[in-house]
């Protein structure tokens, strides 16, 4: 088997999350969308790690980690405080903005 | 922690040979893994797309992370593959999970589309995307793989540690930095600022005394020797049913039992009236009503102003007559005397 398949595999779950981006509107199930994206990029970062013989890939899907962590907290906050003030957790309704 | 990433690491080669042939092709052991991984990711994945309940879209991708922890080992990224387990399954999702429980997990996507034709748009550029990455990806030409034999010499998270801590290190501080600023702006973004003063149980406490109203917790439930549930108000001192002994929620559902009929019967077995022959069950209403049956006349008569027919009865509920059953039942028996003379 060639590592190629690791690098469709990934893209395959890449074009998954973002096609749950594209579609779905309870935030949270968007945000794991997003979560998807970035672990199909970290086994892509991975894979070509293997490829070139080089562990710098693994240290920035390492680094993807944990910025995703971050980011996940913070979203996760910020999902949470739309829902306390408009008792909604739909993509659709953060409309404020829209005069 | 190293210990054991070191003795997964040692053990791997036995278990799983990770190292690429001379071509750069995987073993065969690798290849079948990854042909047992990959339609369950991919189905996993979907599972997110196309589940109903998000429950279900999160455990989906949980399947998603632990079988990309797979991928990472079979793919010289032992550090990686440990991290990926306790880092997304075990604190991310977890942290989506407990959001979800949150927000409440029966809320599910509405199908009104607030832009026309955006589902076909959606999948259309999904599907899109995957064609032309898979494309691109896997039909691109590449170098000899060349394994990751030689980095991982001093085991992978050696080799990783040395990458992060020798020519990363400004990064891996500024991503130490990101994440205590991420932990303080979930904190204060989901912050609650108290807008009313906050009632606690001295403030409670006080509210009832100036309200006024019982002071003391409600009374229990009425216990019968024939019934014992929480449908038949307690008889008070004075004999009458206490109405707020049976929980609100049967009273307004108007489950509530009389309790005339188990009241009846004590009174009559504690007077005596059936041992002493003076009357039976059947035949003892018609020397009149027993006291719990006229106790619930009077207590209704009570607020109607003190009929006529029972004077005697008003007076004798409305002594605060003693606490204590005996003294009540006696109460009882001279009222009842008192009838049968007249």
Same mark, same amino acid.
């Given at each position: 088997? *060639?590592?190629?398949n690791?690098l $469709?595999?990934? =893209?395959?779950?890449?074009?998954i999350?973002?096609?749950? !981006? /594209?579609?779905?509107?309870?935030?949270?199930?968007?945000?794991?969308g997003?979560?998807?994206?970035?672990n *199909?990029?970290?086994l892509?970062? $991975?894979?070509? =790690?293997?490829?070139?013989?080089?562990?710098?890939?693994? !240290? /920035?899907a390492?680094?993807?980690?944990?910025?995703?962590?971050?980011?996940?907290v913070?979203?996760?906050?910020?999902?949470?405080?739309?829902?306390?003030?408009?008792?909604?957790?739909?993509?659709?309704?953060?409309?404020?903005?829209?005069? | 922690?190293?210990?054991?990433?070191?003795?997964?690491?040692?053990?791997?080669?036995?278990?799983?040979?990770?190292?690429?042939?001379?071509?750069?092709?995987?073993?065969?052991?690798?290849?079948?893994?990854?042909?047992?991984?990959?339609?369950?990711?991919?189905l996993?994945?979907?599972?997110?797309?196309?589940?109903?309940?998000?429950?279900?879209?999160?455990?989906?991708?949980?399947?998603?992370?632990?079988?990309?922890?797979?991928?990472?080992?079979?793919?010289?990224?032992?550090?990686?593959g440990?991290?990926?387990?306790?880092?997304?399954?075990?604190?991310?999702?977890?942290?989506?999970?407990?959001?979800?429980?949150?927000?409440?997990?029966?809320?599910?996507?509405?199908?009104?589309?607030?832009?026309?034709?955006?589902?076909?748009?959606?999948?259309?550029a999904?599907?899109?995307?995957?064609?032309?990455?898979?494309?691109?990806?896997?039909?691109?030409?590449?170098?000899?793989?060349?394994?990751?034999?030689e980095?991982?010499?001093?085991?992978?998270?050696?080799?990783?540690?040395?990458?992060?801590?020798?020519?990363?290190?400004?990064?891996?501080?500024?991503?130490?930095?990101?994440?205590?600023?991420?932990?303080?702006?979930?904190?204060?973004?989901?912050?609650?600022?108290?807008?009313?003063?906050?009632?606690?149980?001295?403030?409670?406490?006080?509210?009832?005394?100036?309200?006024?109203?019982?002071?003391?917790?409600?009374?229990?439930?009425?216990?019968?020797?024939?019934?014992?549930?929480?449908?038949?108000?307690?008889?008070?001192?004075?004999?009458?049913?206490?109405?707020?002994?049976?929980?609100?929620?049967?009273?307004?559902?108007?489950?509530?039992?009389?309790?005339?009929?188990?009241?009846?019967?004590?009174?009559?077995?504690?007077?005596?009236g059936?041992?002493?022959?003076?009357?039976?069950?059947?035949?003892?209403?018609?020397?009149?009503?027993?006291?719990?049956?006229?106790?619930?006349?009077?207590?209704?008569?009570?607020?109607?102003?003190?009929?006529?027919d029972?004077?005697?009865?008003?007076?004798?509920a409305?002594?605060?007559?003693?606490?204590?059953?005996?003294?009540?039942?006696?109460?009882?028996?001279?009222?009842?005397?008192?009838?049968?003379?007249?």
């Amino acid at each position: 088997m *060639s590592l190629t398949n690791y690098l $469709v595999l990934a =893209a395959i779950l890449f074009a998954i999350g973002a096609t749950t !981006v /594209l579609l779905r509107r309870n935030a949270i199930i968007v945000f794991m969308g997003v979560e998807l994206m970035l672990n *199909s990029t970290n086994l892509l970062l $991975v894979t070509f =790690a293997r490829y070139h013989g080089n562990l710098t890939g693994q !240290v /920035l899907a390492f680094f993807v980690m944990v910025v995703a962590a971050a980011e996940v907290v913070v979203g996760l906050a910020i999902i949470v405080s739309i829902f306390r003030t408009r008792r909604s957790a739909s993509v659709d309704d953060v409309n404020l903005l829209k005069s | 922690m190293s210990g054991t990433l070191a003795t997964v690491h040692a053990a791997l080669p036995a278990v799983l040979p990770a190292a690429l042939e001379e071509t750069g092709r995987t073993s065969t052991g690798e290849a079948v893994l990854f042909w047992v991984l990959a339609p369950i990711m991919v189905l996993a994945a979907l599972g997110l797309l196309f589940a109903r309940k998000t429950v279900h879209a999160a455990l989906a991708v949980v399947v998603v992370m632990v079988s990309l922890a797979f991928l990472y080992v079979a793919q010289d990224a032992v550090f990686l593959g440990v991290a990926q387990v306790v880092v997304y399954t075990g604190a991310v999702m977890m942290l989506f999970l407990f959001v979800l429980m949150l927000v409440g997990v029966d809320r599910s996507d509405s199908l009104v589309e607030t832009i026309r034709g955006q589902r076909w748009i959606g999948v259309l550029a999904g599907v899109g995307l995957g064609v032309v990455l898979a494309g691109v990806v896997g039909r691109a030409t590449y170098a000899p793989a060349r394994g990751l034999v030689e980095a991982n010499a001093a085991s992978n998270p050696v080799g990783v540690a040395r990458l992060i801590f020798g020519d990363h290190v400004l990064a891996f501080e500024v991503v130490g930095c990101l994440l205590v600023v991420a932990a303080l702006g979930a904190l204060v973004l989901t912050h609650r600022r108290r807008l009313t003063p906050r009632i606690g149980q001295r403030e409670l406490a006080e509210r009832r005394v100036r309200e006024g109203g019982s002071l003391v917790p409600l009374p229990a439930p009425g216990v019968y020797a024939r019934h014992n549930a929480m449908d038949v108000p307690a008889l008070g001192p004075d004999g009458r049913p206490l109405e707020h002994s049976v929980p609100r929620v049967l009273r307004v559902r108007g489950q509530e039992a009389d309790a005339r009929e188990y009241a009846a019967r004590i009174d009559r077995v504690l007077a005596g009236g059936w041992a002493n022959g003076a009357g039976s069950f059947t035949s003892a209403t018609g020397d009149g009503p027993p006291l719990g049956a006229r106790a619930l006349a009077v207590h209704a008569a009570g607020q109607e102003d003190a009929p006529d027919d029972a004077p005697g009865g008003a007076d004798g509920a409305d002594e605060p007559s003693a606490a204590s059953a005996d003294a009540h039942t006696a109460d009882g028996d001279e009222m009842r005397d008192e009838e049968v003379a007249r």
